[in-house]
């Protein structure tokens, strides 16, 4: 209820409570507290009559202690003057019941509330519905009443259970979530940097690329000068070998004769 207050319409209310009363003003002296023996002394004889003229009170005691375990009295201040609303202690009637029915239905109807799922709206209301039940419940019949109290507080206690592992499963899947999307920044840059390193090397191999092919030209063309030279060299040595051997030829040639 305290993460959902400011959610929850502050005109939503089923329980009845009694007309307010003027408790007291600033002005007047605080009023003396009984003391712990007297409460003590209080609570056991209410709790010891159960018969004779005092049987009422004692029941109608108890009655409303199960009634203020149900809604603490309402306190609040006006120009200086403090008031109190307790819950009503009168019978519901047919009509009544009616009344709530109806009153809880428009609710439902007027917030909008889910049909399913989580909804502080709809909770609030059918918890105030239910207090209101007690109420009724507890008029009629003390014990039952108090059965319910027993109630409706274990099943808070369990819905308090449930809304503490859900808010745990949440933030633990918050947490995941939020490591996920830090590790998937951090494989993002990490790609950003990969195919920026990547460009990079993709330019040099190019420029090693070109490189080695204009290498490889101009091995090719000077393997082609020097064989072309080769050959020249090759060619003049050979017409300079056959006009030796002419030479020789006509030289060696009288003499044979």
Known sequence: MSSN?????????????????LMATKSMLTLPTRTNQEQYSAVNNVRSMDCGDYAFEAKHHNC?????SILSPREWEIDGKIFSQKISIQPATNRDVK?????FDTYLKEYNTKAVGLCPIKHEIYIQCFNEVIRQVTLNCTERGYMLIRIRD????TIDGYKEVYESALA???RKSLQRE???SDLLKSASYLRSENKILEAELMKITMMTQQIDRDAAEERDAIIKRQNEELDGLKRANQLVKV????IVAPKSL
């Open 99 to 103: 009344a709530l029915i109806e009153k």
């Open 64 to 68: 409303v202690e199960v009634l203020s």
């Open 182 to 184: 830090h590790k998937k």
């Open 154 to 157: 274990e099943l808070q206690i």
């Open 172 to 174: 633990h899947g918050i």
């Open 5 to 21: 207050e400011g959610l929850i319409p502050s005109e939503i209310n089923l329980v009845q409570f009694d007309n307010p009363k």
């Open 247 to 250: 030479q020789l030829e006509s």
